[in-house]
């Protein structure tokens, strides 16, 4: 069975940074492709970044120059370093996996591309 865990949210000062971890577990297959998600209170869930095996990572424009997506593949862990935080990042933040469709070559920022999805680690930053 796939598992994704996410961990490493927390409170944080505006300007802070934190890294997000998201461990997969049960899938091992190199043409992946993968995601974090955030969702803040009365708001939709809304696409951060995506990473592919192969390629360049993608970034929701809202996040580009302060957060960087990467992947350990040795250790099967997620990543997404977030810095100069601002309030307007605080939600939970979702970690998820794309499992259809085979080798994945690019990915994308929409909830419908993913299959698999983590719970969740939330992220509060204060003014």
């Known amino acids: 069975q796939v598992q994704l865990v996410e961990s490493g949210g927390g409170s944080v000062q505006a300007g802070g940074s934190l890294r997000l971890s998201c461990v997969e577990s049960g899938y091992s297959y190199s043409g992946y492709c993968m995601g974090w998600f955030r969702q803040a209170p009365g708001k939709e869930l809304e696409g951060v970044a995506g990473?592919?095996?192969?390629?360049?990572?993608i970034y929701a424009d809202s996040v580009k120059g302060r957060f960087t997506i990467s992947k350990d593949n040795a250790n099967n862990t997620l990543y997404l370093q977030m810095n100069s935080l601002s309030p307007e990042d605080t939600a939970m933040y979702y970690c998820?996996?794309?499992?259809?469709?085979?080798?994945?070559?690019?990915?994308?920022?929409?909830?419908?591309?993913?299959?698999?999805w983590g719970q969740g680690t939330q992220v509060t930053v204060s003014s």
């Open positions: 998820a996996l794309r499992r259809k469709g085979g080798y994945c070559y690019s990915p994308a920022i929409s909830t419908e591309f993913y299959t698999t």
């Open positions: 990473i592919a095996s192969i390629g360049s990572p």
